[in-house]
């Protein structure tokens, strides 16, 4: 079975900075697609960017565009989120999710909160 650690998450200031790691154990990580999603409190998960296998192709969701960098690292089977210039809005728990064919893998998540 695939496993995602998360890790990274805190307390941080409107207009700071957070990266996030994400470690992939188990299977071949250079197969995998990597995506981040959020869930904020009382709200749905929903997308945050989307790297696939050879980050080659990146997606952000327009409310992280331009603040928000995804990336990863084949030989530490990792993948990462840089958040900068963040607001109070980006606040939730956030995900990190592996797809490779059909299959979907999720993480335990790790919380953001940004104060204002």
């Known amino acids: 079975q695939v496993q995602l650690v998360e890790s990274g998450g805190g307390l941080v200031q409107a207009g700071g900075s957070v990266r996030l790691a994400c470690a992939v154990s188990?299977?071949?990580?250079?197969?995998?697609?990597m995506a981040w999603f959020r869930q904020a409190p009382g709200k749905g998960r929903e997308f945050v960017a989307f790297i696939t296998s050879s980050g080659g192709s990146i997606t952000y969701a327009d409310s992280v565009k331009g603040r928000f960098t995804i990336s990863r690292d084949n030989a530490k089977n990792t993948v990462y989120l840089q958040m900068n210039s963040l607001r109070p809005e980006d606040t939730a728990v956030y995900y990190c999710?592996?797809?490779?064919?059909?299959?979907?893998?999720w993480g335990q998540g790790t919380q953001v909160t940004v104060s204002s």
């Open positions: 188990r299977g071949t990580f250079s197969n995998y697609q």
């Open positions: 999710r592996a797809q490779v064919l059909a299959n979907f893998y």
